[in-house]
């Protein structure tokens, strides 16, 4: 390595700050397992690091190429591409991911941690794989057997990219405004509505927070009624469902590069517009109804 990418901070947090042994009696092991699972950990970051280092470089010299949008697709620079790749290969994509699902079921720690020095090496990057790992926990954690067996794999190998679509052009941070909506009709969802400032909104899966359309009047304003819905931009049997970017955005002043003060995002908020509903195919459905109060009031 040519710099400090994993450092000495890093390995006192893990070495001092974590109570590994009382994660290991959680999970049903012995206290003395801790010592070298860490280890293992700090070989997994230590790998992840020489890959951020090389990708870094590349970063830095291609750090002016933006995102286009060519025909409806989004296309990211070929360093990005390269990257992706890159951590493909060393099976650095979606670490927390169980191992039934073809992850390594790493603690989220472990996983900040990689993210962090990938951030450093390319901020854009970093919010690919950063999604990606929340999207596929998201999945894990609520969706049906069928769509974790479905989508999961191919989340952990790489070969799948998610995004998370919340934000609406009168609900930022106030999800009370939510407008998109999905509508069941003979056991088939469809989701109508628009999106903007979709991280990685070229993705090939997108979780989408909509109102249910049957208590759209009631709930209206508030976050009752939310779900997040799976809509995949191809659906199972191939069709070609009805997800749409119209732009991709600007952003300055968000990646950390760090070249002569001018820090350019390659890849980030992409604007998701669809101007047709979007079919789902009725094994996906709602991912997960939201809980009472868990928006908030």
């Known amino acids: 390595m040519d710099n400090d990418t994993f450092n000495r901070d890093m390995e006192l947090f893990l070495d001092q700050r974590v109570d590994w042994g009382r994660r290991a009696r959680l999970r049903g092991g012995e206290e003395g397992d801790a010592a070298e699972e860490v280890e293992t950990f700090k070989s997994i970051l230590r790998t992840a690091a020489e ?10 010299e291609h750090w ?3 995102v286009q949008l060519v025909d409806g697709q989004v296309v ?59 999207t596929a926990q998201d999945i894990e954690r609520y969706g049906s057997e069928e769509i974790k067996q479905r989508y999961l794999p191919d989340f952990a190998s790489g070969a799948l990219q998610g995004a998370m679509d919340l934000t609406e052009s009168q609900a930022g941070s106030d999800l009370g405004g939510i407008r998109t909506r999905v509508t069941v009709d003979d056991d088939r969802y469809t989701v109508d509505g628009e999106k903007i400032f979709i991280t990685n909104g070229g993705a090939d899966i997108h979780l989408v927070l909509a109102r249910d359309d049957a208590t759209f009047s009631e709930t209206k304003g ?25 732009r991709v955005e600007r952003k300055q002043g968000t990646c950390g590069l760090n070249i002569d003060r001018h820090h350019r995002e390659h890849r980030l908020d992409q604007r998701l517009l669809d101007d047709r509903p979007v079919e789902l195919d009725p094994l996906l459905g709602v991912l997960a109804r939201l809980p009472e109060g868990a928006l908030g009031d």
């Open 51 to 60: 890959v951020c280092d090389d990708i870094g470089r590349a970063a830095r």
């Open 222 to 246: 508030t976050t009752k009624g939310l779900s997040l819905i799976l809509c995949p931009r191809v659906l199972p049997d191939g069709t070609r469902n009805c997800v749409r970017v119209s």
């Open 64 to 66: 002016h190429e933006e």
């Open 76 to 134: 990211v620079p070929k360093h990005i591409a390269a990257g992706y790749e890159r951590l493909r290969s060393a099976g650095l994509v979606c670490l927390t991911l169980g191992s039934e699902h073809g992850g390594y079921g790493l603690p989220l720690i472990v996983n900040c941690m990689f993210l962090e020095m990938l951030s450093r090496a390319d901020a854009s990057l970093m919010t690919i794989v950063g999604l990606q790992t929340g």
